[in-house]
């Protein structure tokens, strides 16, 4: 059987979900930065916040010139599949993912926390949480 080319270019992870795990890494990032990072325009990404805004699974308070943004902890999956799982699982997975992935590295292999919703509007590493 002969490799087929793909139908188009689709991946795993959504942009709204590499969205909340940039906020989880750093609740301060900004949005330019964000969109950077997705390979999105400021305003695609701007429209994602606020997509996730407005269905609860984060907040935003404004600090200075700065936003800063906090995951709601215990928000769950929008699909009905998945329905009855948090996303905390998904995110922190993600979070520690090695954001480079061509080397590899001891930081790239840790497991997540044992309670994600412990740690959802935190830095990996840190402790407590952003409010």
Avoid: K
Avoid at 34 to 52: F, H, K, S, W, Y
Avoid at 102 to 127: I, L, V, W
């Amino acid at each position: 059987m002969e490799p087929t080319e793909p139908r188009s270019s689709w991946t795993f992870v959504t942009h709204h979900a590499r969205i909340l795990v940039m906020i989880l890494r750093d609740p301060e990032t900004r949005l330019r930065d964000m969109a950077e990072a997705c390979g999105l325009t400021e305003r695609a990404a701007q429209a994602i916040v606020t997509d996730l805004e407005n269905a609860g699974y984060l907040t935003r308070t404004r600090h200075g010139r700065r936003n800063h943004y906090r995951i709601t902890p215990g928000t769950r999956f929008r699909h009905p599949a998945e329905g009855p799982h948090e996303i905390a699982d998904l995110l922190n997975l993600l979070a520690g993912l090695d954001t480079t992935p061509d080397e590899e590295t001891p930081s790239s292999t840790s497991t997540a926390p044992s309670d994600p919703s412990a740690t959802a509007g935190t830095r990996p590493g840190t402790t407590g949480t952003h409010a």
